[in-house]
């Protein structure tokens, strides 16, 4: 049986990071996680840290990169490392080296390495869009206006420019992916006041949260880390477009508060309707349906009820340690 490939994941002791690694050794790949923290904390989670190899790397460092690509022999780079968008808004300067520099210390890196890498994945994200009341239609596709209000959606625009100008110029093969609002167990950055709607009343706490009847689009992280494995695997030839939405399922908060309730009688929540949320879009992610075969596997009922579980397994063992 032919191996699978080498791939070099960036930021790949982190959150999604650690998800992604998740899902391309189910798949027999073989992993390098690369990232400037070594600890492997989430991967051990996952019962994946003893089957990857774990290098400290900065994706601001040019040389960095091209040697951990070279000396791993990594044919595909799954580009994860990024500032998310708390920490962008409170270091612009150093979001931009990380994710515009970063990114295009990866781009070169693999024009540098043209007969060894042959593709290049990774994540852009749901803030590249402008506000809401720009869209007419029911739904945003790939090709509707993007226009981002925040230091972190403003870097992936910019990285979107990269990756296609890479490619025509190059011939560099990249995807990349634009997630919607990604839950699950072990997120510690990013959008955790929404996921707390999960992880509070799992953890037998209280939860008040607003935004009740804002619509959010719920994606499970084994769903995104699917999609990104998907996205590394799929012919070029099947590409018709450089970057995808991806998306789960669509409920506001307050539908999402119920299913909670649901399914955890003692759950101590509220939820108000003040306020707004942004990025609440109705993402159409038909172009990955079609290009990629990506298709969510979980709803909202079975992903929060694994998210449950996996809390409340985590909290028993750390109270009979």
């Given at each position: 049986?032919?191996?699978?490939?080498?791939?070099?994941?960036?930021?790949?002791?982190?959150?999604?990071?650690?998800?992604?690694?998740?899902?391309?050794?189910?798949?027999?790949?073989?992993?390098?996680?690369?990232?400037?923290?070594?600890?492997?904390?989430?991967?051990?989670?996952?019962?994946?840290?003893?089957?990857?190899?774990?290098?400290?790397?900065?994706?601001?460092?040019?040389?960095?990169?091209?040697?951990?690509?070279?000396?791993?022999?990594?044919?595909k780079?799954?580009?994860?490392?990024?500032?998310?968008?708390?920490?962008?808004?409170?270091?612009?300067?150093?979001?931009?080296?990380?994710?515009?520099?970063?990114?295009?210390?990866?781009?070169?890196?693999?024009?540098?390495?043209?007969?060894?890498v042959?593709?290049?994945?990774w994540?852009?994200?749901?803030?590249?869009?402008?506000?809401?009341?720009?869209?007419?239609?029911?739904?945003?596709?790939?090709?509707?206006?993007?226009?981002?209000?925040?230091?972190y959606?403003g870097?992936?625009?910019?990285?979107?420019?990269?990756?296609?100008?890479?490619?025509?110029?190059?011939?560099?093969?990249?995807?990349?992916?634009?997630?919607?609002?990604?839950?699950?167990?072990?997120?510690?950055?990013?959008?955790?006041?929404?996921?707390?709607?999960?992880?509070?009343?799992?953890?037998?706490?209280?939860?008040?949260?607003?935004?009740?009847?804002?619509?959010?689009?719920?994606?499970?992280?084994?769903?995104a880390?699917?999609?990104?494995?998907?996205?590394?695997?799929?012919?070029?030839?099947?590409?018709?477009?450089s970057?995808?939405?991806?998306?789960?399922?669509r409920?506001?908060?307050?539908?999402?508060?119920?299913?909670v309730?649901?399914?955890?009688?003692?759950?101590d929540?509220s939820v108000?309707?003040?306020?707004?949320?942004?990025?609440?879009?109705?993402?159409?992610?038909?172009?990955?349906?079609?290009?990629?075969?990506?298709?969510?596997?979980?709803?909202?009922?079975?992903?929060?009820?694994?998210?449950?579980?996996?809390?409340?397994?985590?909290?028993?063992?750390?109270?009979?340690?």
């Amino acid at each position: 049986m032919e191996s699978q490939p080498t791939v070099l994941v960036t930021g790949g002791t982190g959150f999604v990071g650690s998800y992604a690694i998740d899902a391309l050794c189910r798949a027999d790949f073989d992993v390098v996680a690369f990232d400037l923290s070594t600890d492997t904390g989430t991967l051990e989670q996952l019962d994946r840290a003893e089957e990857v190899g774990i290098r400290r790397g900065d994706v601001t460092d040019p040389l960095d990169v091209v040697q951990a690509i070279e000396e791993t022999g990594a044919t595909k780079v799954l580009h994860l490392a990024s500032l998310l968008t708390p920490a962008a808004r409170a270091n612009p300067r150093k979001a931009l080296d990380v994710n515009i520099r970063g990114m295009n210390n990866v781009l070169e890196a693999a024009k540098t390495l043209d007969e060894q890498v042959d593709r290049v994945v990774w994540a852009s994200s749901l803030a590249v869009y402008a506000p809401e009341e720009k869209y007419d239609g029911e739904s945003v596709t790939e090709d509707d206006l993007i226009l981002p209000g925040t230091v972190y959606g403003g870097t992936k625009a910019y990285n979107e420019t990269q990756a296609e100008i890479y490619e025509d110029e190059y011939g560099i093969c990249s995807v990349g992916l634009r997630p919607t609002l990604v839950y699950s167990p072990y997120r510690e950055t990013g959008s955790t006041q929404l996921t707390d709607i999960v992880e509070k009343p799992a953890r037998g706490e209280a939860y008040e949260m607003d935004h009740g009847e804002e619509l959010i689009d719920w994606l499970h992280i084994e769903d995104a880390a699917e999609a990104f494995r998907l996205a590394l695997e799929v012919p070029e030839s099947e590409l018709t477009r450089s970057v995808y939405n991806i998306s789960g399922e669509r409920a506001t908060i307050n539908e999402a508060a119920d299913v909670v309730e649901g399914l955890l009688s003692d759950a101590d929540l509220s939820v108000s309707d003040d306020g707004s949320y942004p990025w609440n879009f109705n993402v159409d992610r038909s172009a990955a349906e079609k290009d990629l075969g990506y298709e969510p596997s979980y709803d909202l009922e079975s992903g929060f009820q694994q998210y449950i579980d996996t809390v409340r397994q985590r909290r028993h063992e750390q109270q009979v340690q």
